[in-house]
């Protein structure tokens, strides 16, 4: 039996003896049969993620249906086996959290971002139902993001940006702040390496000094606490990178010029105690004006309950400490799991309802909206966006994301308060509508019985997805003919735009493909949906000239190599210059440098005449072109043009000793050398050997050289050479 199954096992037998150990074993070796003859890009056994993803799940004390899901969570996307096997296998209720997490398959997509939409649409839709499916996707992606460099550069960008746009923000909403922070620092390590492991290097070198500090500020507390007889948990921590990372970028600052990089914690037994201890350490030392707050009295939306302020160490060095209770803390590093009471037979726990209501309400907002790109940017302001908390004039708390206006505030309230709106008072006094909310704000929304309804200007002003959502439906409900115009006469804007004309391509057999597609019933459902804004016009347009495209003006490739013959006689040679490349005997085509081997001028090089690509320039001793049969007749003469003045991509890889301020050394050898650095991966082996991966700018094989040489020098590496396939 495999070691890490065995170490789940004791793991839940901690928290939950109860669990179906039998089914979990079932459950195990179903998986282990189903991947068995696949492998990660890693190499290692398929087998492993699943597990690796229960463990996760275990680590935030799931139930036992929940772990078992995670083991199987890949087994219907990624082997034969269906969700209807899964049913029988193991009850309806797993089969439903195995289905919430696997993406849509056998489906074409126009666009990468639509597949991207439609497999998150998915997810919400399940999630609504059964809250427990992001977990196990959550738990699934931190796995990956875990291993992920394993994979190909571009697939790590691609993920690690999905990450921070979708499921760190997801995680936060969810309140598992341990899984939030790991998220967002493996993303930022793909995306901004460089800034990473500054930040890391950073803050590895002033560890003894912090530490040292951090203790003073700790045990001068404990005595205090002792000294009141308030029973108190305290320690101390660095923040993690990504936050350190967007206070930088916030600030315009470097790290050395940012101070406040750890935070003390403050765990009492009750609330009594949290503000007792506030007042404590306001006594011990100077709070800074306007960085207390209050999530006691006033909790996020995701539960998270603290105390917070900023105070002046002994040495004049501002930190952040945090108070609360022992609950309050289990919630703030498990969140929504902290909550999860599943016994074993039963469906849920009735106080969940109010606490994910905003799952349900992301899901309405988001049911209407046909265009990925739109999709995608609602959805971040509604995971992402910074909050504000102002007051209805009785009183009652409504949260919304920061820069809100008064049309927000009312359609947060109801439809029908923001369909009525006429003005605003804050703080009684009349306000325009695009006036942003600020925290404590007392809003007041008045209305008329005799108004006319929202006005399309307020879509503009409208900050949250749930407004703009509700005022079209009010259009889309009232206004319908209106609607219809407008959306004719914003196709006919499109059209002009692209130089087309309606009858060119609105042909009666492309426009049933487009509406069987969408789901309309009708060209006049397509134009009310463009007219009250819930489709943008290019979507349709766009769609319809891919069919135009294909019936009467097929694309003809920029080469058909079956017909180009090089031309023999030498004195007769015609050159065609692209990217600082002759092509000999062809003229006019595309020419491209291969990434695959990145050939730069003083590289001997070949042409190979792709379909429909043009020519694919490539290193002679690029493995890629070692080619025979027919194929190798498509290889063609290429070379450098002298004169040029053409810069080129060039990957580079170090191989060195691992040892502190390398990173720093690499980064500020290349920018002495005055070479552009364009992309770089660093990562150690399990042998602590340091494998940079480097993109440089370069202009020759002449300067390449150059800075291999220098970084060859560099204490502690052993190997620098060209990456190549």
Known sequence: MDKSYEELVEKVKKYNPQCDFELLNKAYLFAKEAHKVQHRVSGEPYIIHPLE????????????????????????????????????????QIALLVDGVTKLGKIPYTTKEEEQVENLRKMFLAMAKDIRV????????????????????????????????????????????????????????????????????SIAQKRQERDAYIKIIIDSIKARLDELGIQGYVDGRAKHFYSIYRKMFAQGKSIEEIYDLFAVRVIVNSVKDCYGVLGMVHEMYKPIPGRFKDYIAMPKPNMYQSLHSTLIGPSGTPFEIQIRT???????????????????????VSDLDSKLAWVRQLLEIQRDLTDAEEFMQTLKIDLFADEVFVFTPKGDVINLPAGSTPIDFAYAIHSAIGNSMIGA??????????????????????????????????????KTSQARNKINQWFKKNKREENIARGKELVEKELKKLGLTHSQLFRNEWVEIVLKKYGFNSLDDIYANIGYGAMHPSKIVLRLRDEYKKTVKPEVPEIAPEETKPVPSEDKKRKQKSNGVIVKGIDNCLVRLSRCCNPVPGDEIIGYITRGRGVSVHRKDCSNVKLTGEESSRLIEVSWEKSQSVSYLSDVQVLANDRGGLLVEVTNCIADSKIPLKGINARTSKDKIAVINLTLEIQGTEQLDKIIKKLRKLDGVFEVNRSRQ
């Open 134 to 201: 992001i977990l196990i996707k959550l738990a699934d992606r931190l796995h990956n993001m875990r291993t992920i460099r394993s994979m190909p550069e571009d697939k790590q960008r691609q993920k690690a940006r999905e990450t921070l746009e979708v499921y760190a923000p997801l995680a936060h909403r969810l309140g598992i702040t341990k899984i939030k922070w790991e998220l967002e620092d493996l993303s930022l390590r793909c995306l901004d390496p460089i800034a990473y492991y500054e930040i890391v290097e």
């Open 53 to 92: 993803v229960a463990h996760i799940l275990a680590d935030l004390e799931l139930d036992c249906e929940s772990l078992v899901a995670g083991i199987l969570h890949d087994v219907v996307e990624d082997t034969p086996c269906n969700f209807e096997e899964i049913k029988n296998q193991f009850g309806e």
């Open 425 to 462: 008072k804050v703080n009684g006094k009349i306000v325009p509508i695009e006036y942003n909310l600020k925290n404590g704000d007392i809003v007041e929304i008045l209305t008329s019985s005799t108004s006319h309804g929202p006005s399309r200007d307020w879509l503009k002003i409208a």
């Open 326 to 348: 022992w609950d309050m803390h289990r919630i703030a590093e498990y969140g929504i799991a902290a909550h999860w009471k599943y016994k074993e037979g039963k469906s849920g």
